[in-house]
């Protein structure tokens, strides 16, 4: 072994994993050389998560990035000779109806992001998987792509390392625990190891089970847990003697169990002759943090393994014989048996991308096996280019914000996804119980009152709607229909439709204290945020103004949507609550690589947002303010921003809209929003649920999400929301936003859809959630654009004031054809839609109303 170096471009802590491994092959691929890997244990690793790692992958997540992840990491294991592509079954038992339907929604999901899975029958499945017992199950799901990694992924991990060595761009040290790590004016500048001090000019921790150590060394935390699941082995089995196969028969999953089962193929094999169950833990989930974990020398098993007793997974394990029989025909091999850890996380994504701290210091955390080639691309392309061709917001370290980086919210938010590995089947609008109650608005016991419905976001508690307006369901049970299915209707509320139709008729307020809210000032704040945002920001004759605009990436693609109130010493950014934590960040980030003198502030607490909507806008609003005449149109222009008094409280009106309808955001102190809040609800207004805000108008008026509309995927002209004229000053992006221009059109456009029948083979009216994919109806195929882009439906809701469901997907431009008829397929049944829009076209739109552009 060489000696241990004093400098490195890059140094890998946690090479000895699957997914340190293919970060260094993936950087070595991208070009980059002088990197040192280091591992607490040997290389490729023998205590953690890899060397025990059951190493099968199915490719059914329901999410883009998720799906490309394993699909890419399947192809790579395959293409080093290291995977067998049995294919894989997921089960749903006699009477687990809400499994069969989990199964069919996999399919759309499927359909939608590129796998390959359907729906086969009881028989089919049996004639695949022969230890089934046919008679205790409805159906199946059949991944063709799954399959187990071969050897082992341990195996690959050892195979990655050496190939980058020999190639003279990587150089590995096994047992050399990361002690400490060197830092300077907010960057990281090297490791103290055991084995000496290296300096780097990066450092990417793969450290898994052990990255929160790590991380705590960077003065933070990962939203990580390591979390105990059991892996039994029953044997004797000798279906596949001399076969010499890692694995004979296609997985087996039986989620509604939370287990699932596989061979082990010839016994001469490296874990030959038996037959695995493993299962998850729905109750009493065990975790443990990681300082708590053993060193190797202390562990009887290994670090990563613990003892794992019989009668703790007796129940789940008599469930599983009577699907599989020959569990019960086989013996225990106790000593085979254990409890391996793995990792859950707060909110189900990994922690990937440049710490929020430490400038150069970079996480891959919380990746399982299938997805560890993937996760490594995308790091090394995120490293290399700034961006990933797959929009990564989902999975990007900081897009958490500092409340959901302690101990006890990490710790509780984890014990709940634990329980959610495998069952029960996690509905897309499905809200957590802990971790709640931590930012309320100052008018939140008022919400109480009135009955709210509260879902999170930000932390922040939203009433989605109210008990108190449920009287209005009676007025509008004609254009509220009742949500038959219990599925579309769970974490819905009816009422909201109703208010969503009480306020276009009169006015409503909505609670907004969900914005994130940053301040930028400081001599080069204006620069900053030209450099950053398409609309132009500078010049005297912004202030005053409220700015939509956008941030692009260096590809010109859209990185972020927001508004930015140009005041005369410094600029507000007024986010969405998911979206602010990952762009203050990214601002900072910027500036320190400009030089500029900016003081950038998160100051979302400091202040509360109520907005005021609805033809009777302006006439209610008039009656709180001091200065009534100051509303009027020749006052208050379109977009403009003003100081206005309610309850002796100075606030900050902006005039737009959000919702289809007259009226303003109203910004104020947090201390003043109660007296705001009691005022506007003395003239009678009605309180409106943040669903038609977020959702149902939104829809209506064909308004973009950002994370879901709006992404890295797409630039500004196929979201139709490019300004007429380009700035003339510099920003990041615009080379290549001018070069989108120049198309005489573009790969795609962002398209509304209507349902045009939602009944289903029952005759029970649909109304979907989640993303559905969008097919051509001659071929049955989903449709795919010029750039290989797949089409899906980024936003879906019903429409109260038109009837219908509405939806927003990206289209190939061939099929961009007002009228145009397509289908979508919900729960593996297909339902037609219609082309109802082009580009921004909103389906519900009052006369002499402005879009928010």
Avoid at 364 to 377: E, L, S
Avoid at 602 to 616: L, Q, S
Avoid at 626 to 646: Q, R, S, Y
Wanted: proline content about 5%.
């Amino acid at each position: 072994m060489s000696s241990f170096p004093e400098r490195a471009k890059v140094v890998i802590v946690g090479l000895g994993g699957i997914v340190g491994a293919s970060v260094a092959h993936h950087l070595v691929e991208r070009g980059w050389d002088d990197i040192v890997g280091i591992d607490k244990s040997g290389i490729p690793t023998d205590v953690g998560s890899t060397a025990h790692a059951s190493d099968f992958c199915y490719c059914t997540s329901h999410d883009l990035l998720s799906t490309w992840a394993t699909m890419y990491s399947v192809d790579f294991y395959e293409k080093m000779g290291h995977y067998a592509r049995v294919g894989g079954l997921e089960v749903a038992r006699v009477g687990d109806d809400a499994r069969m339907d989990e199964l069919k929604r996999r399919v759309d999901s499927g359909r939608a992001f590129g796998t390959n899975v359907s729906i086969i029958s009881a028989a089919e499945a049996k004639e695949k998987f022969p230890l089934l017992e046919e008679d205790q199950i409805q159906g199946a799901m059949w991944d063709p792509d799954a399959g187990l990694v071969i050897p082992r992924s341990q195996t690959v991990a050892g195979k990655l390392v050496d190939q980058a060595e020999k190639a003279g761009k990587l150089r590995a040290f096994a047992n050399t625990p990361a002690l400490e790590l060197l830092t300077e004016n907010g960057r990281v500048t090297g490791v103290k190891t055991t084995r000496g001090t290296i300096m780097a000019d990066h450092v990417v921790v793969c450290a898994g089970l052990w990255g929160r150590l790590i991380a705590e060394m960077a003065g933070e935390d990962l939203p990580v847990m390591p979390v105990d699941h059991p892996l039994t082995f029953f044997g004797p089995y000798n279906e596949f003697e001399g076969t010499g196969l890692e694995i004979g028969r296609p997985l087996l999953r039986d989620q509604g169990n939370s287990a699932y089962l596989r061979d082990t193929g010839d016994p001469k094999t490296s874990e030959g002759g038996q037959i695995e169950w493993g299962y998850y833990y729905e109750k009493d989930v065990r975790m443990v943090h990681p300082r708590e974990l053993l060193e190797k020398h202390e562990a009887r098993l290994s670090p990563s393994q613990r003892d794992l007793e019989l009668e703790d997974v007796i129940e789940p394990l008599e469930r599983a014989m009577e699907l599989t029989p020959i569990l019960a025909e086989l013996g225990f091999n106790e000593s085979h048996s254990f409890n391996g850890l793995l990792q859950t996380t707060t909110d189900g994504g990994p922690s990937m991308g440049e710490s929020r701290k430490l400038r150069g210091l970079w996480y891959a955390v919380a990746i399982w096996v299938k997805d560890g080639p993937g996760m490594g691309k995308l790091i090394a392309d995120w490293m290399t280019d700034g961006r990933t061709h797959i929009d990564h917001h989902q999975i990007d370290y900081s897009r958490f914000q500092d409340f959901q980086l302690t101990e006890e919210f990490i710790w509780g938010r984890c014990e709940e996804t634990a329980a959610k590995i495998y069952n029960p089947p996690v509905h897309p609008r499905e809200p957590f119980r802990n971790g709640r109650g931590i930012r309320r608005s100052p008018f939140y016991a008022r919400e109480v009152e009135l009955g709210g419905y509260f879902m999170e976001l930000g932390g922040w508690e939203r009433a989605h709607g109210y008990a108190a307006n449920e009287h209005l369901l009676e007025k509008y049970a004609d254009q509220v229909p009742v949500r038959e299915n219990e599925w579309d209707s769970r974490h819905f509320w009816r009422v909201s439709n109703a208010e969503q139709l009480e306020m276009s008729a009169d006015c409503g307020i909505i609670n907004l204290s969900h914005f994130h809210m940053t301040d930028i000032s400081g001599p080069d704040h204006v620069a900053l945020m030209e450099w950053l945002c398409a609309a132009k920001i500078g010049g005297d004759n912004m202030i005053g103004k409220g700015i939509y605009t956008h941030m692009l990436d260096d590809e010109g693609m859209v990185r972020a949507d927001f508004t930015v109130f140009r005041m005369a010493d410094k600029c507000r950014l007024v986010n969405g609550a998911d979206a602010g934590p990952r762009d203050l960040t990214y601002m900072q980030r910027v500036a320190q690589d400009k030089g500029w003198d900016v003081t950038i502030e998160d100051t979302t607490e400091k202040y509360t947002t109520i907005g005021i909507w609805g033809p009777n806008a302006r006439e209610t609003l008039k009656k709180v303010v001091a200065d009534p005449d100051g509303l009027d149109v020749e006052n208050f222009a379109f977009a403009a921003i003003k100081p206005i008094e309610i309850a002796s409280k100075t606030v900050t009106a902006f005039r737009i809209s959000y919702v289809g309808e007259q009226g303003w955001e109203l910004h104020m102190p947090y201390e003043d929003g109660l007296a705001v809040w009691d005022a506007l609800r003395e003239t009678g207004v009605m309180a409106v649920g943040v669903e038609t805000y977020a959702n149902s108008r939104r829809l209506e008026k064909s308004l973009r999400l950002q994370n879901a509309d709006l992404n890295t995927q797409y630039n500004l002209y196929e979201a139709d929301l490019a300004r007429p004229k380009v700035k003339e000053a510099d920003f990041r992006g615009k080379e290549k936003h001018l070069e989108y221009r120049a198309r005489d059109k573009q790969p795609a456009m962002l398209c509304t859809l209507v349902m045009t029948e939602n009944k289903d083979a029952k005759g029970v009216a649909r109304f979907p959630v989640g993303s559905l994919p969008v097919m051509d109806p001659d071929t049955g195929k989903t449709l795919i654009d010029a750039l290989g882009r797949r089409s899906f439906t980024s936003s879906i809701a019903f429409g109260p004031s038109i009837g219908k469901n509405i939806a927003l997907a990206y289209l190939p431009q061939e099929y961009c054809e007002q009228g145009r008829v397509l289908h979508v397929t919900y729960f593996d049944e297909v339902y037609p839609v219609e082309v109802a829009g082009i580009g921004y076209a909103p389906l519900y739109d009052p006369e002499n109303l402005k879009p928010r552009s």
